[in-house]
């Protein structure tokens, strides 16, 4: 399986952008999609999940701005990310995993990352 980010850029505080993770072969569909995010300096943290069943789940420093989707038909994952705030800069990454109840656990398969960076 192989992961591909994209959809990063620079962006001015209050704006959008939309982050797209194309994924190759099968296991996509069966798979729970989680989006993280790495600051400089700071350990890569967990921002959204979304199960195969459709449930989301998110973190609570984007709740009500950001919104995580899956289209399976295309194999392809999306972070729709709105007002902006610059401590929202790092690098995002997807994930395929699965959902353990309300918990996600991160598989093997990564992206390799996309910049996102909110400045004005």
């Known amino acids: 399986v192989q992961l591909q980010a994209s959809g990063g850029g620079l962006v001015q505080p209050g704006g959008s952008l939309r982050l797209s993770c194309a994924a190759s072969?099968?296991?996509?569909?069966?798979?729970?999609i989680g989006w993280y995010r790495q600051a400089p300096g700071e350990q890569r943290e967990l921002v959204a999940t979304?199960?195969?069943?459709?449930?989301?789940d998110y973190k609570d420093f984007v709740r009500g701005r950001f919104t995580i989707s899956r289209d399976d038909a295309k194999n392809t994952a999306y972070l729709q990310m709105n007002s902006l705030k610059p401590e929202d800069t790092a690098v995002y990454y997807c994930?395929?995993?699965?959902?353990?109840?309300?918990?996600?656990?991160?598989?093997?398969?990564w992206g390799q990352g996309t910049q996102v960076t909110v400045s004005s």
């Open positions: 994930n395929l995993g699965h959902m353990i109840g309300v918990y996600y656990y991160p598989g093997n398969y």
């Open positions: 072969g099968s296991l996509f569909r069966l798979s729970a």
């Open positions: 979304l199960g195969n069943t459709g449930t989301a």
